[in-house]
């Protein structure tokens, strides 16, 4: 079992890491490459759109053929993106390298979850993803300190030579440690077949359309667009808002990465004494929280404590709930695991990179848009909790944990 939690785990960083690692260097890269930091930034939304553009290939390619080949054949795409972006020597051929690699990543993230949906019960499942929720959410709050660490010393090139490196490791670990999970349908069609149990639930099909998966897909979509706006607007609002020089800034993310992990862990020891659905309901709570503690803090008491405080809430109510929400979102699903990971996967990434794209435009500051979805989608959330509590049915093969 361990490896497979390690090398879910190893998959899903590939993708925080590569958004968030480089940001530090954007003035740098700019400056090489004769390119506006306007102009590297829609390396970001580039980076997603390869990610969106090919999940839902791969996690249909995971369910046909298997999660270790799809992993392989990601984790190799990224490291050689990775090492493009690192000799590249114009902007054209840096945004196309940085496509290559949301298209390798985005392979490797479909795999992860779909290996945690093969191996693991619906209550297990719920509490790692909770502990690999507090791993994956404090990579978009220390790749900054980390690569302003690296560029100390070494240049811009050396944050994607990073990048290689934990590329080739993945790429090791699913060649040497990873095993096959893709369950073999007609295997399992047979085995139920002897059960009477199951026979009901065999029968009935793996729907996408349906109110409970696409609640959750929402709440998922909700809590990653939150944390990535909060990503891409603590510079303006540390360093600029609140004054912070590069240092303090690095200090908030690395105690706002710290509060992300303790949240996360804390998480599936909630769950030994919680309903699933109650932990939800808790971290929106959280959020909502976050945001009327930023909106006292701006128009009603200018403190840098409250405003701490804020970042602190957003990031621990992301933690708490993320990891419940995305078990019970794949919960009813074992035979197309692979597409309903794919499915979450594009809708986080492209409501993230829409509202932050469409936020810029419209110039809305920083803080406002960090407050419109701390609001919007912790009202949004709590009204799909409430409403939806618990799966309509269970998938294959197994007994949904009722949530309600």
Known sequence: MFRYLLCSFALVLLYPTAIDLYLVGLPQIAQDLGASESQLHL??????????????????????????????????????????????????????????????????????????????????????????????????????????????????????????????????????????????????????????LNIANTAKPEMFLERYFISRLIITAMGVTTILTYVNVSPMLIMGTMGFDRGEYSSVMALTALVSMTSSFLAPLALSWLKQSTLMLISQCVLMAAALVLVVSYFGVDNHSLYLVGFGLTCSGFAIGFGVAMNQALSPFSLRAGVASSLLGIAQVCSSGLYIWLMGLLGVSPLNMLLIILLLGSLISLTLILLLGSPLHSGPNEKIVSTA
Not at 95 to 121: E, K, M, N
Not at 129 to 155: D, E, Q, R, W, Y
Not at 167 to 173: H, M, S, Y
């Open 43 to 196: 390396a970001f939304s580039i980076y997603l759109a390869g990610m969106a553009a090919t999940m839902l290939f791969a996690g249909r390619f995971a369910d046909a053929v298997g999660r270790k080949p799809v992993a392989i054949v990601g984790a190799t795409i990224f490291i050689i993106a990775s090492a493009l972006c690192g000799a590249a020597d114009s902007t054209q051929t840096f945004l196309i390298a940085r496509f290559a690699q949301g298209i390798g990543a985005g392979s490797c993230y479909v795999v992860a979850f779909a290996i945690l949906r093969d191996t693991l019960d619906d209550q297990r499942r719920a509490k790692v993803l909770s502990m690999l929720n507090g791993i994956t959410c404090i990579i978009p709050v220390i790749a900054p300190v980390i690569g302003h660490l690296i560029m100390l010393k070494f240049p811009w090139q050396s944050l994607f030579t990073t990048m290689t490196g934990i590329g080739i490791l993945v790429c090791i670990l699913s060649i040497f440690i990873l095993k096959e999970t893709k369950p073999d349908k007609d295997a399992e069609q047979q085995t139920d077949s002897n059960k009477n």
